[in-house]
DNA sequence: TACAACAATGTTAGCGCTAACATGTTAGCG
DNA sequence: CGCTAACATGTTAGCGCTAACATTGTTGTA
């Protein structure tokens, strides 16, 4: 019945020094330890190099999972991205992870192959580390993982396009850089021109543009047509879906092509067929990606400013982060629509 | 003197459901519903459903942070690589991605900027994060973090280049590579190759793959010349390395950038200029990206397989973690000559 | 029938750190 | 010189979870 008193059981961990063992080579409490790391204007100078050097000759490294319990803070940022494939999605990566870098956060990095499944379960792995903040591309989420984001307490910041968001928001509208560009060739006289997507059915911000693109379209008495490439984003796509639209549409005189991988890829398959572009066909791009302005002729694309959007998100949440109030909840990054040579 | 008993402090952390509160209502144990959720096959069915259904009905999302102190094991993979903006390691981000996430782990990624103080510092946190592996691209650190992944107790994995590695070891032989690709361009006749990289000082690789190409070239009676742009890799560097080369070298017949982007760049450019490839100047590359490999005339280059490095390194890892021996330390994923029209 | 073997669950004691409070020590000042 | 404020350091009790061992009941079997 009694439970006999059993003997001691031990369990060390790791064999890492720790802080107590680092606090008595220094002869100072575990607290005092903690302190001179962590908030060294707390304690004396010539006790925090005592406690610095014992930290050097022990080779501690202090051990962040205890002390992310100990005060329920990390300094994680979760960063969630439907694709690790897509340029895109890696130079907001860039932003975010250089500017919260140098606040001393890390990030960790999820990939959602474009499961908003497989979103939730990463945003419950993330909140498990508790991580400080999440950043997930888009707006679109299940209802289960919207009601976490909602109750986690956290700032959330959700980027790419702009809408009706659960906290922070930075990103552009895509409906407008879809009216931007179908504008653009509908002002140049183009009369047939033609939406080509890849795998429109996951990419949803490129239904958005076409969205805009086909509004422009029917305001100017025109009917929007959509192609669907069932590859993904590529330069062979781009090539195969020029001559597709060629052969079956042969009228057509300008593609729209939903981003600048396609609108490339066919920019210089249609060089190497010696078909003349604008003159024959005029090709549109999105993104503003390198190589589309490298090429002759210049591709017309819309820039979209990337990288200053992983910057932003990361400047707001950290304002977050430091408890100011934040005025702003939804940033408009805007885009640039870039008149290059081939419409 | 003596310290009174104070009031019991308290000290919640979040207003997170507990597992204690979750096996109150399920009337177990806690320990039982942590087995519920760690070791189901411990837990009788009926037993496991009623503490999932009290997780279900609290909300519960378990902090990953108490689980992996209490345990001293977390699901972590530290990635730590020199840059971002180069799409080489992001596919071996992706290849480690795609396996460590079908696996259940994290991926902690680390950015060290092409500075090695700075991946130790990534190294120290990632150890405090009690990361269960870590990976990082190439084979040079500081003496301290040196010392400090041979102490951890966990597996190591350098990749990108192989050679004298600390733990594991997957990647491809660099000056192999440039040999490869120099022996190629003196067999085809060439006598005067030129090398030219952007930022070699940063780039030891490349560094590698230019001492290759230059032994091949003194092997065979011509003397080895390299030219260096201060520029980051990008199209218009190759562009312009085309231009300074063919300035200042006037008679140079063969080009072999340090990688596809330069070289691309500079194919790109010569159709623009009308110079005839390879008839003028033959161009060859390294990497093998699509876009290489997608203009007409097709550049030769020599395909690295990094998503290979990247599920390579994935699965030894894995097979490491799951307390199996691994036999072989290091894995040669090889590289293929990929002649094109260029050359 | 006794006893091992197993299956299901529980008890206890940490993992290594930091929040909250307590205490001692020195400086500042009228 | 007494009192307070500011500094420097210490004590205690968790953070929420799981390892290690303990306990009970159930089954198989020699």
Redesign the interface.
Known sequence: MSTHPPQPRHRR???QPTLAQVAEMAGVSSITASRALNAPERVNDATRQRVLDAMDRL?Y??????G??A??R?RFIAVIVPS??NTVF?EV??GL??TF?AAGY??????TDYDIEREHRLV??F????CSALVTAGLRHTDACRK?LK?C?RPVMEVMELGDALDLNVGLDHVEAGRAMARHLVDRGYRRPLFVGARLGDDYRAQMRYRGHAEILEAAGMSPTVLELDQLG???AG?AGLERARRETPDVDAIHFANDDLAS?AL?HAL?LGIRVPEEVAIAGFNGL??GQ???PRLTTIQSPRDTIGRLAAQELLQRLEGKRVTRRQHDVGFELLIGDST
């Open positions: 961990g790791s064999d080779g490294v202090p051990n962040l999972v205890a992310s319990l005060s329920s990390s690790l494939a890696i990566i860039k992870q250089s870098e890390q990030i960790l990095l999820g990939n419950r792995t909140l498990g580390w508790s976490l109750g307490d590529s330069l062979e090539a890829g210089l190497r390198p190589l490298f090429i002759t």
